[in-house]
């Protein structure tokens, strides 16, 4: 179970002996091109009367190294995708942010638990307007579902009284 639960999180100790086994094939490796350069690079420079740079030697079997280990790990993989549209299918408009009316008593009471969050705490004053603003008041009764598990999240609630119980629905795996 353990082995099972550990493959699907990615953390198998199978695959990882695998890899010590490839870590010192490597090194083996490394030792071999290390002494190959380093005699070829001496025999140069007996003919050339040039100095062998064991930087360079190094850097050559560091970089053979990284192209190895690139293969082994699947190759030259793109680092990110974008599917945005551009042109007349998304165009640029200017943000023009939702305003309600709220009077004093209702604006303070949004400030002192919106700053209660690290999320609109450190906000600019500007900023924080825009988010006190765009916010609304609604209340619900005892046993009113607020939320519903896939909705799309665009909405944040602030609870100033009562309670709510939340569950999560999870699919049976087995």
């Known amino acids: 179970m353990i082995e099972w639960l550990q493959k699907?999180?990615?953390?198998?100790?199978?695959?990882?002996n695998a890899e010590r086994e490839e870590y010192l094939q490597l090194k083996k490796e490394v030792k071999k091109y290390k002494k190959k350069y380093a005699n070829e690079d001496k025999e140069d420079a007996a003919?050339?009367?040039s100095e062998v740079d064991p930087d360079e030697v190094q850097?050559?079997?560091?970089?053979?190294?990284?192209?190895?280990?690139?293969?082994?790990?699947g190759g030259?993989?793109?680092a990110s995708v974008s599917a945005e549209c551009y042109g007349a299918f998304n165009e640029k408009k200017a943000f023009v942010p939702k305003v309600i009316p709220k009077n004093a008593?209702?604006?303070?009471?949004?400030?002192?638990?919106?700053m209660q969050s690290?999320?609109?705490?450190?906000?600019?004053?500007?900023?924080?307007?825009t988010v006190i603003d765009a916010m609304e008041e609604v209340n619900?009764?005892?046993?009113?579902?607020?939320?519903?598990?896939?909705?799309?999240g665009d909405v944040l609630f602030l609870v100033?009284?009562?309670?709510?119980?939340?569950f999560k629905t999870f699919v049976n795996i087995f």
């Open 8 to 16: 699907i999180a990615g953390n198998s100790t199978i695959g990882q």
């Open 47 to 49: 003919d050339s009367g």
């Open 59 to 73: 850097d050559d079997v560091d970089l053979q190294i990284q192209q190895r280990k690139n293969k082994v790990q």
């Open 76 to 78: 030259n993989q793109r």
């Open 105 to 114: 008593e209702q604006r303070e009471k949004i400030v002192q638990k919106v």
């Open 118 to 129: 690290f999320l609109f705490n450190s906000l600019e004053e500007k900023d924080l307007n």
């Open 140 to 152: 619900f009764k005892q046993g009113d579902q607020v939320i519903t598990q896939g909705d799309a």
């Open 160 to 166: 100033f009284s009562g309670e709510l119980d939340c």
